[in-house]
């Protein structure tokens, strides 16, 4: 198909990537650890990590686990936060010729009893913290090998041994686990993660026997309508993202000049596939990342933002939301911001004009999935405001609009957004009928979501399927509803959803959280009733102190219909 698109790229950014230019994420890691060694990957609560340090530590411990005897792409799970843990062991099992399974720490027993299952992971690094929920399940799955870090280890010897100490003493924040060292099929092991590099330090790491059509990471869906699914992601599909992210950000990243000197925020969690995939880039480029290991925690996420220039921003709406919440955050110096990069879930009008308000740099909309690497289209980066659409395919991608029975709709007509590019997924791990179900005819991943894309190329989101709502016969998007009211003066975020009704069939409900406590139910309503037409304008309004989210802060409408 004709890439219309294209005549709307912003100058600089070329059409197509090469994947090609590395064998393999390895040899892209590798390449950068010489380059840079030096200089530093990593700052986290003031400790700093270099290039130099993530070679020699990541090497140790592929090494430690390939002593383990875990054959060539075997899977090895990963349930850490953004500390410099994650970062050496992601590292590690790519250059170990293994498989990164990563996993959301804050999972529940059954959570990751699944995912564990599902993807035949043999061994596990995991943070102390989350150590206990492991025990509820381990002799259901096939791990046999267990790293346990603690949040202090590559802190510095003494601050390290303070904060593990506060963290287990102190906070009271490490439940007490006694993981099993015989199982079901032999022996485990299971070793502190300082213990595991010491071991590795006397073995010698041999090359990975990968190439592009090795799987690198098995990246668990959201599993908003059901068991979770493994997308599964190869070294080919993951440089493309890289690079793709890289050619797309080019005329942003020129205003840095040296994009070695770049400093990356990382407080969207490094396990979800946004913030994984932009680690990379970080990496390529031998720029520092900032990483933020709990960036709910508003106020010190702002104090560690004061002490040095930040360039690079990615986060959700919600937590663009938080940070402009913070007082201290205005007061900020902004000057060398290029990149607010917004993903992960709708950005609202409200949100990306404060914003831009506020740091004088405007928020610039994506969309991907965990699917395509996070990548897909992007706003031209430089937007000077908020669009409404999610923008351009990125290089080497196409975009079809498409109806139900596959067809490729022309521009003005809305269909099901459907992706075909180096960085798609090559199917769902072990469930063929799911990977089928996935693909069109003519090799364009399905994505669930409904758009538009006019005669520029420009994609825009009606919404996802599943979130239609459906009044007397009328199809209403709940996106375009929280767009509208997001900016009624004295609402913070907002969430739509449909409720039974015997007359109409469904109505439209709105859970609303606001900054200002005097906004009434009576005020909302005729505000909706100005900016919407009738059969759009919700029958019921609530206030809520906070709406509940997904841990990289998508709103979650799901549990709002479910109450």
Excluded at 192 to 221: E, M
Excluded at 457 to 481: A, C, H, Q
Excluded at 504 to 520: A, H, N
Excluded at 529 to 545: A, C, Q, S, V
């Amino acid at each position: 198909m004709e890439k219309i698109w294209l005549k709307n790229y912003p100058p600089g950014v070329p059409h197509e990537i090469d994947p090609g230019e590395y064998r393999s994420l390895n040899e892209l890691l590798e390449s950068a650890f010489k380059r840079n060694a030096n200089s530093p990957v990593s700052v986290c609560m003031d400790a700093w990590m270099t290039y130099g340090q993530l070679d020699r530590m990541s090497a140790a411990l592929g090494a430690y686990l390939q002593g383990l005897g875990l054959p060539t792409g075997s899977r090895v799970a990963i349930m850490l936060p953004n500390v410099p843990q994650f970062l050496v062991t992601m590292a590690a099992v790519l250059r170990a010729g293994y498989t990164c399974v990563n996993v959301n720490p804050l999972y529940t027993a059954r959570e990751l009893k699944h995912q564990l299952r599902d993807s035949g992971a043999e061994a596990i690094v995991i943070l102390e913290n989350f150590a206990h929920t492991l025990e509820e399940v381990m002799d259901d799955t096939r791990v046999k090998h267990v790293v346990v870090a603690s949040l202090g280890d590559l802190l510095g010897f003494w601050y390290g041994q303070w904060i593990t100490f506060a963290v287990r003493h102190l906070g009271k924040m490490v439940p007490a686990y006694k993981l099993p060292l015989q199982g079901p099929e032999g022996d485990r092991t299971i070793v502190p993660f300082r213990a595991a590099l010491d071991q590795g330090y006397n073995l010698t790491l041999k090359p990975g026997a990968v190439d592009h059509d090795s799987i690198a990471f098995l990246q668990y869906t959201g599993g908003t309508t059901g068991l979770s699914k493994g997308a599964v992601l190869t070294h080919h599909n993951v440089i493309a993202a890289t690079l793709q992210a890289e050619a797309w950000f080019t005329p942003a990243l020129d205003k840095i000049g040296d994009v070695r000197k770049a400093n990356h925020i990382m407080a969207l969690p490094l396990y979800h596939i946004f913030a994984l995939t932009l680690s990379l880039l970080a990496m390529r480029q031998g720029a520092l990342m900032t990483l933020i290991p709990n960036p709910r925690d508003i106020p010190k996420f702002v104090e560690v933002l004061k002490k040095r220039p930040f360039h690079m921003l990615p986060a959700v709406n919600t937590l663009f939301n938080g940070l402009l919440l913070n007082p201290r955050f205005r007061q900020l110096d902004f000057s060398s911001l290029v990149m607010s990069q917004a993903g992960g879930m709708a950005a609202s009008e409200g949100t990306a004009r404060q914003w831009k308000a506020v740091t004088k740099s405007a928020m610039i909309e994506g969309w991907g999935m965990s699917e395509t690497c996070a990548i897909g289209t992007n706003n031209p980066v430089t937007n000077e405001n908020y669009s409404g659409h999610i923008g351009l395919p990125l290089p080497s991608i196409s975009i079809a609009i498409k109806d139900d029975d596959g067809q490729t709709l022309p521009p003005g007509q809305s269909g099901e957004i459907c992706i075909s590019g180096p960085n798609v997924m090559r199917g769902y791990y072990n469930q063929p009928e799911e990977t089928a179900k996935a693909f069109t005819a003519d090799g364009y991943m399905r994505t669930g979501d409904i758009g538009v894309m006019d005669d520029g190329g420009f994609v825009r989101i009606v919404d996802r399927k599943k979130d239609m709502i459906i009044v007397s016969g009328f199809n209403v998007f709940p996106t375009e509803l929280e767009n509208v009211i997001s900016l009624c003066p004295g609402v913070v975020e907002c969430a739509a959803v449909g409720v039974p009704d015997a007359h109409s069939g469904e109505v439209i409900k709105v859970y609303v959280v606001r900054s200002d406590p005097t906004l009434t139910e009576e005020a909302v309503a005729r505000y909706c009733h100005d900016n919407l037409t009738g059969y759009k304008r919700p029958k019921y309004i609530e206030f809520r102190d906070e709406l509940p989210k997904s841990n990289v802060g998508k709103i979650l409408r799901r549990e709002l219909r479910q109450k």
